[in-house]
């Protein structure tokens, strides 16, 4: 399908061809692990063994390939699969990587705990100031990883200027756009080499399947993270692929209400006296306002919070939300709160990237949103 096509063709048609057996107008789930060859070598379409390749995976890959831009893309059974993928097809030991001060805790324990042995160093860095990012770079940097919006701060880095500090240098640049989805920002035009996702997130949208992703639009780069991908064997199963294909279709008016929904939590909660800081890019009195004002179309469905009266005080409001399910993850469309310190961001405390006490997350859903200003209202008392 011609990449001229709009967000939201492309997202329900790109790699959604009829079934050339039946006619079905949308990709079957291949629930199978090897094909008949027809001789020795004769494979019929490239496909042997679907840790390879696997028609319906195909379809989801040339998808998201579609969507950011790229040239190839690559779906894994986890965001953190396709992390791990990355970082062993750029790294050797001895490398270093610049990481943000403010990642998703996965990803710091990825590096902190099971990169580390390898060998691999990194760098802490505020990733909104490039000025720090070109500080922390050394002689052995391979790469340079940025969130934005990050993960739970809502921090937004400037991926076209870093992008200008990782091409003078001479390093990757890694860009995590789950919390933007495709549809909001798109990396790879900004600059970026890799985009990253989390399709359990906004992709899947149902909090049903757990998935992850690359995408490249440089194909020599892709052509080893498909070698590491099929040698390392962390592939997204057929009936996740589909699960998250079918999700992608939506993701375009999923993502308008999410972020209109977002918008509107985020300006109660400014107005709420037991709120002491409210963190949403779409605010203007946010620092990377500007920035992602420029970069993204628009700011999402992540909103965070600092509550008045400390860790405890923020826990209740988690423990109290009736609406706003208390859960891990995000992107779905039903509303989520968490505790980020002691949930999702547990493996961070005592570093430079622990998260304050004080902070709950919200993923705020597609649900009608005077319900969940409501619930919000009488979870914070």
Not at 273 to 292: D, M
Request: charged share 20%; hydrophobic share 40%.
């Amino acid at each position: 399908m011609s990449d001229q096509h709009s967000f939201e063709t492309l997202a329900i048609h790109a790699g959604n061809t009829a079934d050339p057996l039946t006619g079905a107008v949308v990709p079957p789930i291949y629930q199978v692990s090897t094909y008949k060859q027809d001789g020795v070598g004769g494979l019929r379409g490239g496909y042997e063994y679907s840790r390879s390749a696997n028609p319906t995976r195909t379809a989801l890959e040339e998808n998201l390939a579609a969507l950011e831009g790229g040239r190839r893309g690559l779906a894994f059974a986890s965001g953190l699969a396709a992390e791990d993928c990355l970082l062993r097809t750029l790294l050797t030991p001895g490398d270093h990587v610049v990481i943000p001060n403010d990642a998703y805790g996965g990803t710091f324990r990825l590096f902190a705990k099971v990169a580390s042995r390898w060998g691999v160093e990194f760098s802490v860095a505020d990733t909104s100031d490039v000025s720090a990012v070109r500080a922390a770079l050394t002689p052995r940097t391979k790469a340079i990883w940025v969130e934005t919006p990050s993960n739970p701060l809502l921090g937004i880095t400037d991926i076209a200027a870093v992008a200008g500090v990782a091409r003078q240098a001479g390093v990757r640049l890694v860009v995590d756009n789950t919390f933007a989805s495709p549809y909001l920002q798109q990396p790879l035009s900004l600059g970026a080499d890799v985009v990253v996702h989390s399709t359990t997130k906004y992709m899947g949208g149902h909090s049903d399947v757990v998935g992850g992703a690359l995408v490249t639009g440089d194909p020599e780069l892709a052509e080893e993270l498909a070698y590491h991908q099929n040698a390392m064997g962390a592939v997204a199963g057929p009936f996740d692929a589909w699960l998250v294909l079918r999700g992608i279709k939506t993701l375009a008016v999923r993502m308008d209400r999410h972020d209109e929904n977002a918008t509107k939590v985020a300006g109660l909660l400014t107005r709420h006296p037991k709120v002491t800081q409210v963190l949403y890019p779409g605010l203007p009195e946010h620092p990377g306002h500007e920035v992602a004002a420029k970069q993204m179309k628009a700011f999402g469905g992540m909103v965070s919070f600092r509550v008045a009266g400390g860790e405890e005080a923020a826990v209740e409001v988690c423990n109290r939300a009736k609406l706003f399910t208390l859960g891990e993850s995000l992107g779905g469309v039903e509303s989520l709160i968490e505790h980020p310190g002691r949930m999702t961001h547990a493996s961070t405390a005592g570093s430079l990237l622990e998260v304050p006490a004080d902070l709950v997350r919200l993923s705020v859903g597609i649900e009608n949103a005077d319900d969940l200003l409501a619930d919000l209202t009488q979870a914070l008392g």
